[in-house]
């Protein structure tokens, strides 16, 4: 090859599977940095060391903490139903969690004020509506 010819690089598709369990990764990323940066905020420290959650009447308490694990075990997961699921089971999977995970999203923006957490659920919301998309698209065999 002479320095006249460029290299065309190769762009190989990548399997529906793998983009949507890249795309749950991601997802749970942003879930647990927008968390963590949270505890940077002094609202989210005191009400986590009077055992309720900040601006909520919700306390910390077993049921809290059984419910959010539950919550966010259901996204991890969409990482494995993703790659190894069928077609049609992972298609229906996919479209009802992250519609699910788009309105618990939305609704966690009530009232909120930090940019950071905005910007985050923003985030997490188009993420989980790329994921919706890309289910929705599923290739189908031509008969």
């Known amino acids: ?41 002094a609202d989210v420290i005191n009400g ?6 900040s601006g909520t009447e919700f306390a910390i308490d077993q049921t809290f903490l059984a ?8 996204a991890a997961l969409m990482v494995v139903v993703s790659l190894l699921a069928q077609a049609r089971v992972n298609r229906i999977a996919n479209i009802v ?21 905005i910007v985050g659920t923003l985030i997490e919301i188009a993420l989980l509506m790329v994921i919706t998309w890309v289910a929705w698209a599923w290739p189908t065999a031509h008969r």
């Open 67 to 74: 419910l959010t694990t539950l919550y966010i075990v259901v």
């Open 97 to 117: 969690v992250s519609l699910f995970y788009v309105v618990t999203a939305a609704a966690s923006l009530i009232g909120e004020s930090w940019v950071y957490y």
């Open 1 to 41: 090859m002479n320095g006249n010819q460029a290299s065309e690089l190769l762009d190989a598709k990548v399997d529906v599977k793998v983009v949507l369990c890249g795309l749950w990764v991601t997802t749970l990323l942003v879930f647990a940095y927008v968390d963590i940066f949270g505890f940077y905020r």
């Open 48 to 53: 986590v060391l009077a055992g309720e959650v």
